[in-house]
């Protein structure tokens, strides 16, 4: 379903403007999923251990990476009723299309 997802977020993306706009992309879609990642993650370690039912940390972050992803073309489609400068919104757009490959990588090799 992922590849569906993606391929329909891209559908309308100028390339030219995220290769120039590649480097900030980059960055917040790294930074942010693993960040987010590793939150959600302890965040369900400290509360399975709270409630007295024990989770090893690699599974944990499994969970935080499946749920970090974004939804872009929920974030596209938003774009499209917001008047946002066109730098921004192909960051945006980057970003969330970036989000997705990222977390499906961080999931693969939690997991693995």
Do not use: C, H, Y
Not at 44 to 52: D, E, I, Y
Not at 56 to 78: E, K, M, N, Q, Y
Not at 84 to 98: D, N
Request: proline share 4%.
């Amino acid at each position: 379903m992922l590849a569906f997802l993606l391929f329909a977020g891209a559908l309308g993306l100028d390339l030219g403007a995220l290769r120039s706009r590649a480097g900030p992309v980059v960055t917040l879609a790294l930074a942010g999923t693993a960040i987010s990642t590793a939150v959600i993650g302890l965040a369900l370690l400290a509360s399975m251990q709270a409630m007295g039912q024990p989770l090893s940390l690699a599974w944990a972050l499994v969970f935080g990476a499946l749920i970090s992803t974004t939804d872009p073309v929920a974030a596209l489609a938003r774009l499209k009723n917001v008047k946002v400068p066109p730098e921004l919104k192909i960051e945006m757009q980057g970003e969330a299309l970036f989000n997705d490959g990222i977390g499906l990588l961080l999931f693969t090799l939690l997991l693995g």
